[in-house]
């Protein structure tokens, strides 16, 4: 997409959406879902008719509260030909609803990846950057045309699945080189894909069913053609009565799925459902039996109404990439010395041989990961598969002969275009479709005789010596083993018109050629020595504007005084455009335009635009933007007119009248907080310059913030007390606070990294918490959860608190009661400690916006099971020594507590000592020891009972 942009590629501009304005009504549709969204309308009509032209390449807008997002996109062909769809009820084949699938980038980045699935009532997206994932699509309930738009960070619950795929050996090893750049398989993988009946229920007819799962196939199909693997859907097959898999694990669907479908069309098969049981497939299965060249994904349909793309193409991707020979990136099977490529499994607890666990990938990890189960890692779609697993699964695609060479029907290529195109030069571009060779004709439109280049072995061809202003057709013609396609339809362009340079001689300031403002120039660069020149005069201080595009070679931009010195200048590498916005007093100034070490064109015009506007001579800024809105705060950013000191800005409400001012702002960006949730605000700037009065303020620019989280009013507060026995001290009746005075006390919350992942955006404090001493000290991070009152079993919310010496649990703020989410009701309330034993209230508690007192430091407050505290005179305390973050305090034998404080100081050194942040430091002194005075292990001891060193502690958690 990057290349064909900067090569100067047509993308016609496409409008589907626009955004609707945040109403109590569009708000309700998303609320339990997501901290933020956007509702965007669909133009219908609009749709109908991308689908009718279906055009090659394209730039959609999609608006958002954050400003339009720009994607450059080019038509995908995902669907074989000979695409069928096929009902379950009676077997028969049905018409698939009319689409067109796109993929591409936000424009501007080319490490994005970006999906798009046009029908004619709604548009299924997935846009991946280095930001995460953001999901465009119908709500699951809601209005006709209307579609949300969010980032998936910004969900409100957690998506997780296991794959039960294990290691094994690929059959071809991952010892070959990394792919290189454009590298594509020569074989195409032709898709089976089979909806279950839970998934058509959900839909509610056999064409829905068919628009969702075409549209989730056009994003996996992306994901593998941006790692160079070919894939297309060849038949999908709907269960509109009840489906024959039951299984309640993800290996018993996949072996129902074998001996239920014992043919198909495809080389792969995949069952979707809904039933949430992870996924499984066979590892490096292609041209292996029937029933081993298939894959189960359990996927989501939507989480709380918003549909939940990204996470179902993660699922269907990474089980097919197992049948395409790939293990998952933390076995021991990569880097060609058998290591693993990153640690995200063991961390989650997942472990695929024996080799020394690998760090954790920085950024996300990618699709045959585990890195979803990593709080603060995830998976970051842009990043693919990665260069290894890549490279073994377009090896593995392209040494399985059972598979068709692409386009091996040797039907003639298609995705013919023309780029660069100049004025005697052109280069023609095709489709590989995998055949032996390609036969090229071309001619002027209108000559009867064709000029033929055969045996290309490359899918392009450089034409020169064309003549200027000519039409011209070219067709291509694919050689394949077995015989030969026809030639394609044509495909036409048009040489460029000569340039017409009439403004020479202009070498120097003293012959610059004299233009008024606002003028278009088109001109050559001819010779390596050629520099051209343009002369005008300003009668008042005005700014100035430059505009240098077109550019056949890299040509530079220069605006000069009188005296010949440059006052501004671009620059650019390449051939991207040149632009110069420069705030000019009255005088004369010259145009340089010029080649950088001497690149020139003797063909090719370049265009530049000059334009100057009367000003005081201190311009207002332009592009007036907002950026990283949130629901009390926004960033706006400007552009930088020249001889500018400084800058005011203004802002009020949309609604309001009285401005509120900030001056002396010494860059061209400022944070603006304290603002109102879901409020219209305008913004306006001016610029301060040395010797003249403030600018005029700018155009109004206008934002609205966004909901806010529940978390700013939740509708529930609890104010929990509880005291951990390891730091507690009973002659001082608080706790410890070695950890913070330690500087041991990490910012963010540790709990998601131990495999309790907690909700809500807020996962960290600040060092102005940790600097509070006294009886308000922080002593640790501590985990509430919120569960049903009938049995305590089902975790409602989770959230990361901090507990005070004092016992008291507040939110991050270090001084709040600790809110929820969760609607006011009744509940039980647990608490759990990375290395105490965790003890919930023995009854559901009426809980509401109100905060509610919970004392566990109390014998009087009912808890759950038995000797779930221990008593301390008369308060009572979390069980230490837990070390090992499992469900017991354990003495001795398999998976105690003790060992690992031995292993931590060195188990050939038992009398030393670590200090950090451990599991291990059961006394939460900032030390680990082993032996001697305040050692860690005899507290493990003493709450097994010292006579009974064999007995456990139980945690008392259902």
Known sequence: MAALRNAGTTFGPVSLLSREAPSPENTALWRSACRTADVLRYNGDAARNLIASAPMFITLAVPSSNGAILLDLERADVLADGFTVRRASDGRVVEAPAAVHYRGMVQGDPSSVVAISVFDDHLMGLIADGSGERII?????????????????????DLNFACATREGEARRPDTRPDLSEGERSTRCVRMYWEAAYDIFQNKGSVAATVTYITGLFNQSATLFANDGVQVSLLETFVWDVPSPYNATSSGGRLSQFGTERTSFNGDLAHLLDYANYGGVAWLSSLCSSTSSRMAYSGIDASFNNVPTYSW??????????????????????????????????PQAGYTEGSCPQAPLPPGGGTIMSYCHLIGGTGINLSFGFGPQPAAVIVDEVNGSECLLVC?????????????????????????????????????????????????????????????????????????????????????????????PDTLEPNNTQATAAAITLPTNISALIATASDQDHYGFTLAAASMVYLNLGGLPADYDLYLLNSGGSTVASSANAGTTNEYISFSAS????????????????????????????????????????????????????????????????RWKPS?????????????????????????????????????SEPGN????????TTTAPCEVAPPILVSVKLFLEGPFNTGTGLMSDALRNSGLLPLSEPYTALGLPVTGPFTSTTNAVFSVTGNNAITDWVLVELRDAATGATVIERKAALVQRDGDVVALNGESPLGFCTTAGTYRVAVRHRNHLGVMTGQGIVLGNTPTGIDLTSAATGTYGTNARKASGSVRLLWAGNSTGDVQVKYTGPSNDRDPILL?????????????????????????????????????????????PNATRQEQLP
């Not at 699509?137 to 619950?157: A, S």
Request: some cysteine; hydrophobic content about 30%; proline content about 4%.
């Open 697 to 704: 303020w700018s155009e109004p620019h206008t934002f609205t």
């Open 655 to 691: 609604a309001g009248q009285t401005w509120t001012t900030v001056t002396g702002i010494s860059t061209n960006s400022y944070l603006l907080t304290g603002l109102a949730p879901e409020t219209s605000y305008d913004v306006q700037v001016r610029s301060v310059c040395q010797g």
């Open 904 to 948: 931590a100081v060195g188990s050939t050194t038992p009398n030393a000592s670590v200090s950090g942040y451990l599991r291990t430091d059961v006394n939460m002194d900032g030390v680990a020891k082993y032996t001697g005075s305040g050692n860690d292990r005899d507290p493990i001891l003493l709450n097994v009972g010292n006579t009974t």
């Open 312 to 345: 179902s193409t993660m699922v269907v991707t990474h089980e097919a990439g197992h049948n395409m020979g790939s293990n998952h990136t933390h076995a021991c099977v990569w880097n060609g010395n058998g290591t693993a490529i990153d640690g995200c499994g």
């Open 407 to 499: 386009g091996s029907t040797c039907d003639a290529p298609g995705l013919r275009y023309v780029n660069p195109l100049g004025p005697v030069t052109a280069t023609l571009h095709w489709a590989n479709t995998g055949a032996v060779s390609y036969t090229l004709r071309w001619k002027a439109q209108s000559s009867g005789t064709w000029n033929t280049v055969a045996g290309l072995t490359v899918t392009n061809h450089s034409l020169s010596g064309l003549t200027q202003s000519t039409a011209y057709e070219f067709q291509v013609m694919a050689v394949c083993a077995s015989g030969q396609s026809a030639y394609s339809s044509s495909t036409a362009f048009t040489t460029p018109a000569p340039c």
């Open 586 to 649: 009255a005088g004369s100034y010259t145009i340089r335009v010029s080649g950088w070490n001497g690149a020139f064109d003797g063909l090719q015009c370049y265009s530049l635009f000059a334009n100057a506007y009367a000003s005081n001579g201190c311009q207002s800024p332009t592009w007036v933007e907002s950026s990283n809105i949130t629901y009390d705060g926004a960033t706006l950013s400007w552009a930088v007119p020249g001889g500018v000191s400084s800058f005011d800005l």
């Open 137 to 157: 699509g119908p709500f699951e309930q809601g209005p006709r045309g209307q579609l949300v738009l969010y980032h998936e960070r910004d969900l409100l619950g």
